[in-house]
């Protein structure tokens, strides 16, 4: 379970980050970011510091897939894959590259969720061999 959440979780991290690449060769979107605005919305500090943060939420999740106890995971997870969901959908655009990559992003959150809420979260029972 630990391997899936964190697998999925990469996907999402890099399916993120290639979202960006590909936007930057729009030249509209670079004219824009030129100017200094971002889908019409201006480039500033705090946008940056946002975004940053709202990246950093697939990242630290790889990480705590693996190392979190399970009741804690699931509840992290329960709110780090709607949090991340609410960035793509709102920080996203409309072109079809965008729509693309944030459908596949959505459904591996979607699968992210269920699984988490689907986590056993109780400890293991050990019987004493014999």
């Not at 890099?14 to 060769?25: G, I, R």
């Not at 949090?83 to 591996?108: M, N, Q, R």
Request: aromatic fraction near 6%; charge should be positive.
């Amino acid at each position: 379970m630990r391997a899936r959440l964190s697998t999925l979780w990469i996907v999402v991290l890099f399916t993120m980050l290639y979202a960006d690449v590909l936007s930057f060769l729009d030249a509209e979107f670079l004219r824009g970011l030129m100017a200094g605005h971002a889908g019409g919305v201006p480039v500033t500090s705090a946008l940056l510091v946002g975004s940053a943060v709202m990246v950093e939420i697939p990242i630290v999740m790889v990480v705590s897939s693996r190392v979190l106890k399970p009741a804690v995971m699931r509840r992290v997870t329960l709110v780090a894959a709607p949090l991340t969901a609410a960035f793509v959908i709102g920080g996203g655009s409309v072109k079809p590259h965008y729509l693309v990559l944030a459908a596949v992003e959505l459904v591996c959150l979607a699968v992210i969720v269920r699984l988490a809420w689907r986590m056993e979260t109780s400890p293991a029972v050990t019987r004493p061999a014999g």
